[in-house]
């Protein structure tokens, strides 16, 4: 079965300090590729995606995935992280277009 | 306002007692679907809509209904509701499958 993979489940940083979180998937072929953020108390929301083209790619509030198709990777980084990041994070997958499947997330805490 | 909205935002309820929990988008978007989210399993698909009339299983669908009669509104149905089906439920409606999904603020259900 298809499945997508968060390595890092607890993730605290100080300001400033760099972020990459990890994600891999299981399925070979052609894929859509998402990270979602989850602010406390707030809806899930998109912090980008990727389907074609350019594997870097940028998002939301300084963020960016790089697609790694060798390693079935979308790993998210962001250079600098502010305490305003402290949410949890998603990736999310879909292979046939249709059926999505989530991580299990990883809860980001930036101390001041 | 873009929004998806969820009825009702909390519910307990018995084991046995058929509930409905709607939700309601208002972006004319074809797609919609229904998630769980547990601690330690991430979101998981219960179904998804292509349009209206058409639904199709996700991830785990095991005890759940749903229903697309109109565009806007996708109904998950939960017929006998059993203590293993407490969680934090989410709708989605997004236009295609490589575009945003736009997330309800959540139904938290207990079934005690």
């Known amino acids: 079965a298809q499945s997508v993979s968060q390595h890092n489940h607890h993730v605290i940083l100080s300001e400033a300090a760099s972020l990459e979180l990890g994600c891999n998937y299981s399925y070979g072929g052609t894929v859509n590729l998402f990270w979602y953020v989850q602010y406390p108390g707030q809806h899930l929301q998109l912090l980008l995606k990727y389907f074609s083209g350019d594997p870097l790619v940028k998002g939301i509030k300084g963020f960016e995935a790089e697609f790694i198709k060798s390693k079935f990777s979308f790993n998210l980084r962001k250079p600098s992280v502010q305490w305003s990041d402290t949410a949890e994070y998603f990736c999310?997958?879909?292979?046939?277009?249709?059926?999505?499947?989530f991580g299990t997330g990883t809860s980001l805490t930036v101390i001041p | 306002e873009a929004q998806v909205t969820q009825n009702p935002r909390y519910l307990i309820t018995v084991t046995g007692k058929k509930l409905t929990v709607t939700c309601s988008q208002n972006m004319n978007h074809e797609y919609m679907s229904w998630y769980r989210q547990d601690p330690g399993l991430g979101l998981r698909q219960i179904y998804y809509s292509m349009n209206v009339e058409v639904t199709d299983k996700g991830d785990v669908p095991e005890g759940y209904k749903v229903s697309r009669k109109e565009k806007r509104n996708f109904p998950l149905i939960l017929e006998s509701p059993s203590p293993n089906q407490t969680s934090l439920y989410f709708c989605?409606?997004?236009?295609?499958?490589?575009?945003?999904?736009?997330f309800g603020p959540g139904t938290r259900l207990t079934v005690l």
């Open positions: 999310a997958v879909t292979f046939t277009g249709n059926q999505f499947y």
């Open positions: 989605a409606s997004y236009r295609r499958p490589e575009d945003e999904q736009f």
